[in-house]
């Protein structure tokens, strides 16, 4: 007589729990339906604020919105939360709509928005960050000009701004980034290790100054970099009391 198994009995599974599930939508019907700002506040902290924070968290590492303009994700959670928040008042069930749905899209939607703005802002930043690291690139020599003369113009240069920043600049911000651009053309035989395109990063880091206030600067002393060339081309020397003036 042949023995058969008893098969076993497969064990049922727990089921989940939703982060999000209908007792939060009832949480909000209620949050809605008083005044008393103390009964709000523990009903939001005790049955809303937890599943609004998964929800928005969910949404932002779905869909990838991580354009944020240097804020760190959390915060950004915690600000679209926060809008959230405001718009607990608009949610209507009586309309069919569930919670998770509705505040879904609402989240979602915000982020788009913030998501598209930060990213043509770097888009643009880095625009303007590659027209002055081109403006500081022009603004070194190359090696077609590299050689005795162009070292006794350096020193005559370097001489020359000694006592000229403060003159040239007034504000306490220009005075330190033409110092900041003085200080890496006495350090010029290390610059040919970096790449002259990125020397603009060394400048805000030197300064702490943004990217709009380094190109002013840049531009103009590249300018009269180009005049005390010529000078020097023409007479040897980069006349001391010289006053460089330039077109603004």
């Known amino acids: 007589m042949t023995m058969t198994t008893p098969k076993k009995k ?20 209620e949050y809605n339906a008083t ?6 506040s523990r009903i939001y902290e005790r049955e809303i604020r937890k ?9 932002i590492h779905t869909f990838k ?5 240097n804020v760190p994700l959390n915060e950004v959670q915690h600000e679209v939360v926060s809008f959230l928040c405001e718009k607990l008042g608009k949610f209507k069930p009586e309309k069919g709509s569930k919670a998770f749905s509705y505040f879904s899209m609402v ?21 303007i960050d590659y027209d002055l690291s081109i403006e500081i690139a022009d603004s070194t020599p190359t090696a077609d000009e590299e050689g005795p003369d162009l070292e006794k113009f350096f020193e005559q240069y370097l001489d020359y701004w000694d006592d000229k920043v403060n003159l040239y600049y007034k504000k306490e911000r220009d005075q330190r980034l033409a110092e900041a651009v003085l200080e890496l053309f006495r ?11 990125a ?31 010529s000078d020097f081309l023409e007479k040897g020397y980069i006349p001391k009391d010289k006053i460089y003036e330039i077109e603004k």
């Not at 005044?35 to 709000?40: G, I, P, R």
């Not at 919105?65 to 303009?69: A, C, E, G, I, S």
């Open 65 to 69: 919105f991580y354009y944020t303009d």
């Open 199 to 229: 020397l603009y990063v060394y400048i805000r880091e030197m300064t702490n100054a943004n990217t709009q206030q380094i190109t002013k600067v840049v531009k103009d002393m590249k300018l009269r970099w180009k005049h005390m060339y």
């Open 35 to 40: 005044e008393d700002t103390e009964v709000k």
């Open 107 to 127: 989240a979602k939607n915000y982020c788009i928005l913030k998501n598209r703005k930060n990213y043509k802002k770097l888009i643009e930043t880095k625009r």
């Open 10 to 29: 497969r064990r049922a599974r727990k089921s989940k729990k939703q982060y999000f599930g209908p007792e939060v939508d009832l949480a909000i019907i």
């Open 51 to 59: 599943p609004m924070e998964k929800l928005v968290e969910n949404i």
């Open 187 to 197: 350090k010029r035989d290390r610059i040919e290790i970096f790449n002259k395109k």
